[in-house]
């Protein structure tokens, strides 16, 4: 029996693309208001966000303001999806911190999709490199 909530590795390139163009709120429209977002770790920003809102403005946000410009984050591989509901995308970010040095941490986030929306995601990354942009570039 086919899995509706299953999204094809074209879907999730779709919606992951908004990420790569440096697009990050289209993006966010394809991310239920009420997602679970765990991101994995021990760094700054590790923790759990039950909302959308609370991702965004206690983690992203955060990131996002060390960094001079938008964070684009190239798509390196997908696996999953197409008859399960959990999609793994790993990507590079290509962005510069407001000091001047690259910024290009490596993530994985495994996602599970509904209806056409993230509703979970498990974030892994480079908590060393995440730390250092964040004490180097905030305040």
């Known amino acids: 029996m086919p899995n509706?909530?299953?999204?094809?590795?074209?879907q999730v390139r779709a919606v992951f693309q908004h990420l790569q163009d440096g697009d990050a709120?289209?993006?966010?429209?394809?991310?239920?208001?009420?997602?679970?977002?765990?991101?994995m770790g021990t760094h700054a920003l590790s923790g759990?966000?039950?909302?959308?809102?609370?991702f965004l403005s206690q983690s992203f946000g955060r990131i996002?303001?060390?960094?001079?410009?938008?964070?684009?984050?190239n798509i390196t591989k997908i696996t999953g999806g197409e008859v399960e509901d959990w999609?793994?995308?790993?990507?590079?970010a290509d962005a510069r911190?407001?000091?001047g040095k690259p910024y290009n941490n490596t993530y994985s986030w495994s996602t599970r999709w509904k209806d056409?929306?993230?509703?979970?995601?498990?974030?892994?990354?480079d908590g060393l490199m995440l730390n250092r942009a964040l004490e180097e570039n905030e305040g």
Request: aromatic share 10%; hydrophobic share 45%.
């Open 97 to 99: 911190q407001k000091n």
């Open 87 to 92: 999609a793994v995308v790993e990507m590079v």
């Open 4 to 10: 509706n909530n299953a999204p094809t590795q074209a």
């Open 25 to 39: 709120n289209t993006f966010y429209d394809y991310v239920a208001d009420d997602v679970h977002w765990t991101v």
């Open 48 to 54: 759990v966000y039950k909302t959308k809102q609370a």
């Open 116 to 125: 056409g929306k993230i509703v979970e995601v498990r974030a892994y990354l």
């Open 64 to 73: 996002a303001a060390a960094l001079d410009g938008p964070v684009k984050l």
